[in-house]
Structures are given as structure tokens and as C-alpha cells.
């Protein structure tokens, strides 16, 4: 009787000591409501008792100051399978992001891991206490997606069987170090590489696209010039009241010289007409005769008064 009260007692004890030794910080964004499980534990949590797998059963998710984001491995725990994967990258994404700061890539959460597990993968047995949601299961290539994992949601989630037993004193438990970001904007490293070459393609495109519009234009402007012609005869009779043109060829038949030929009078030279003086008609000009002249007498000797 004793035995069988005793039982269940050890075992609310034991689960109870295990949740006092994995530890995270509360969501400060409600809009990242979607991400929690089913049993109402937030991204920091879930993803605090995966790392506690491989961490002897005690694992703390230190709270992000402002402009900070949580790192992957770097000493000890580069070969922490329980980190080095992409199903414990993305929750602890997700961690970063309903606290209203920023999320590194895969790349650089995963650079000092001696090995990492197969991507969507968690290598571990899933731990009891938590639901591991079905978006953290995403492969997220190099940049996990917020769009694309609010997509997918939660069901169906993966669960355990296996118990945490800690282990080791809450003094040394493992824990993710935060460090300073980039940046303060929700968005990774890799955002800024992407929205470049975004930038780029559009202005090669740009480019060609104006040459195109320019070859085009080119090629109207020639067939136009080419199919120019001359106007017809009802376009020239609409202008000029039907005025017909007509083309008179010029003369080309040279007369040529006749030589002279004594019996032909018609080869004879032409007498330049002989010096003469030229008379006018004087009928109606004044005329003068003998009988109009003043009578002279003669000289008598005297002098005349």
C-alpha cells in the first residue's frame, strides 16, 4: 500500500525536478501565437528541453537583451547533435523572432559543429514533457522562413516517450550564449545578400528591356522610311483639281551642215546686205524754200536807218 502511494509521488517529483532544470524565457510577440504547441509552451521552451537530450537532462535559454540573437556551438558543444541540426536551428529562430529580434543563417549556427544531422531531422529521441511542432521540421536551406512555417503550423507534432533525468547540478547547466546582431530588423544576414542580387537583376533587366524597346522603335523608324513612295494619281488629283502633267521629251536631232553645191542654189552663202543710209518720211516736218527767205537788197553805199 505504501509502495503503490510512494510510486506516483517519485514520479511528479522526478518530472518536477526535470522542468525546473529547463529553462527559457516568455515570447514578448503575440503575433507568434501560431508557434507554440499544443500543450501552450513557446519556441525558447521546446527547444530548451531538445538541447537538454544531449546536456544531461539541464539546459537554460538565457532572455535576448535588445539587439541581440542566440549563436549555435562553440567550444564544448560543437559536436551537440542536440544543436547541430536544423529542427533545433528553427526553434531557436522562431526564439529570436517572438522576441522581437533578429536570427542568424544556418551557416553560421552550424560553422563550428564537428558533424550535423540530416536536414528536417532531429537526431535525437524527442524527450517527454514536450511537442515538437510540425513547421520546425522545415528544411530551411540557409535562412529559416517565417512565412513558409506559419504555413505548415503545428500539426501534426512529433512526440516522446523518453524521460529526462538530470543529472547535474542546476550550477552547470549548458545554455545558448546570446551575441550582439547585425542588426536590430527581423531579418538575417542573408536577407541583405538576396534583396542585392534582387537588385541587380532588375537592373539588368532594365537594361535589356530598354534595348529591346530602343530595337524596336529602331526597326518601325527603317520600315517606315523604306516603304515611302510616290504619291498616286487620285492623291496628286485630290490636291490639284485633276491637273494632269505632261512630259515633253527634249529635242535631240542635230540638223546637220549642208556643204556647198554650185547647182544647188540652196547652198548658196548669204550676201551680207550692202552699206547704205537710211531715209525717214519728212512729209509733216518742217521744210524751207527760196521764197521763204528774207529779201537782201543791195548795198547802196548809204548808211541805212
Known amino acids: 500500500m505504501l509502495d503503490s502511494l510512494l ?23 503575440s503575433s507568434y501565437a501560431w508557434s507554440y504547441n499544443s500543450l501552450g509552451q513557446d519556441p525558447c521552451l521546446i527547444v530548451a528541453y531538445l538541447a537538454a537530450v544531449c546536456s544531461n537532462g539541464a539546459f537554460s535559454v538565457p532572455a535576448l537583451l535588445p539587439q541581440h540573437s542566440y549563436t549555435g556551438p562553440s567550444g564544448q558543444d560543437d559536436d551537440d547533435l542536440c544543436k547541430c541540426n536544423t529542427v533545433a536551428y528553427s526553434l531557436i529562430s522562431a526564439c529570436d523572432a517572438c522576441q522581437q529580434e533578429s536570427w542568424i543563417t544556418y551557416t553560421t549556427w552550424r560553422i563550428n559543429c564537428t558533424s550535423v544531422a540530416t536536414p528536417g531531422t532531429f537526431p535525437k529521441p524527442i524527450p517527454e514533457g514536450t511537442r515538437v511542432p510540425s513547421w520546425a521540421y522545415i528544411d530551411p536551406g540557409d535562412d529559416w ?32 550564449t546570446p551575441q550582439t546582431s547585425p542588426s536590430s530588423a527581423s531579418t538575417s544576414s542573408s536577407k541583405s545578400n538576396s534583396n542585392a542580387g534582387a537588385i541587380a537583376g532588375g537592373v539588368v533587366g532594365g537594361v535589356v528591356g530598354a534595348a529591346l524597346i530602343a530595337g524596336i522603335v529602331a526597326w518601325f523608324a527603317l520600315r517606315r522610311r523604306g516603304t515611302r ?22 529635242p535631240l536631232t542635230i540638223e546637220t551642215p549642208r556643204l556647198y553645191d554650185p547647182s544647188d542654189p540652196s547652198t548658196y552663202p548669204t550676201q551680207a546686205p550692202s552699206p547704205t543710209i537710211y531715209t525717214t518720211n519728212y512729209s509733216n516736218q518742217y521744210t524751207s524754200s527760196a521764197s521763204d527767205l528774207p529779201s537782201r537788197q543791195a548795198y547802196s553805199g548809204l548808211p541805212e536807218v
Open 145 to 176: 522562413n517565417v512565412t513558409a512555417a506559419q504555413l505548415v503550423g503545428d500539426a501534426p507534432e512529433v512526440t516522446g516517450s523518453v524521460a529526462i533525468v538530470p543529472t547535474s547540478t542546476p550550477g552547470s547547466q549548458s545554455t545558448i
Open 229 to 250: 513612295s510616290v504619291p498616286s494619281t487620285a492623291y496628286i488629283d485630290s490636291l490639284g483639281g485633276g491637273m494632269e502633267q505632261t512630259v515633253v521629251p527634249f
Open 7 to 29: 510510486v506516483p509521488y517519485l514520479a511528479l517529483l522526478i518530472i518536477g525536478s526535470v522542468r525546473a532544470q529547463v529553462s527559457a524565457p516568455d515570447c514578448s510577440d
